[in-house]
């Protein structure tokens, strides 16, 4: 959608398609607040802020829309096309899925919720390390950076939005 529309569509319509970026109350309540925005920066800016301020439920909540890493999102809507592309470069061959898959094991034993990474632009070895150095953080510095990961995804995601992006599955 474009500047106008996400400015004078209904706030329904806007609503999901912010869910779609983050599936996080606060974040969609404070983007929507914000409107009209002067420009997409505008958009970015105020979607950014409302991200630093996520809170631990926010990040539970919107976690549960992201599929483990070197998964395939399944469906046709758009958090789906997204995270497929955003995967594309991940776990294409049996090692490296095998890896990804004892890490996201081995992640959610110790931190209690999926691995999440902004994997745009990332190849699967580098997600892997990550994994595996993100494994020996203390609980709460693992929070900020899922936290920081998260942000970085919904932003990604709002200019996909805002620069009327095709989704295709």
């Known amino acids: 959608m474009d500047l106008q529309s996400f400015n004078t569509a209904p706030a329904d319509v806007v609503r999901s398609a912010l869910k779609a970026c983050c599936d996080a109350p606060s974040w969609v309540a404070a983007v929507l607040a914000g409107r009209p925005y002067a420009d997409e920066a505008g958009v970015v800016r105020a ?15 919107a976690l549960a829309a992201h599929p483990r890493i070197g998964e395939r999102a399944e469906g046709e809507h758009a958090e789906a096309a997204w995270s497929r592309r955003e995967q594309a470069a ?3 061959d049996p090692a490296t899925a095998r890896a990804l898959h004892e890490g996201n094991r081995a992640y959610e034993e110790r931190f209690g919720r999926v691995f999440l990474i902004c994997a745009t632009g990332l190849t699967a070895d580098q997600v892997l390390a990550s994994l595996r150095d993100r494994l020996r953080h203390q609980p709460a510095e ?15 995601r709002l200019e996909r939005v805002l620069a009327v992006e095709e989704v295709s599955p």
């Not at 979607?47 to 539970?60: K, L, P, Q, W, Y």
């Not at 693992?142 to 990604?156: G, K, N, P, S, Y």
């Open 47 to 61: 979607a950014d802020e409302a991200a630093r301020r996520f809170t631990a439920a926010d990040v539970d909540q």
């Open 90 to 92: 991940v776990g294409t």
């Open 142 to 156: 693992e929070a900020a950076v899922v936290a920081d990961e998260l942000r970085r995804i919904a932003l990604l």
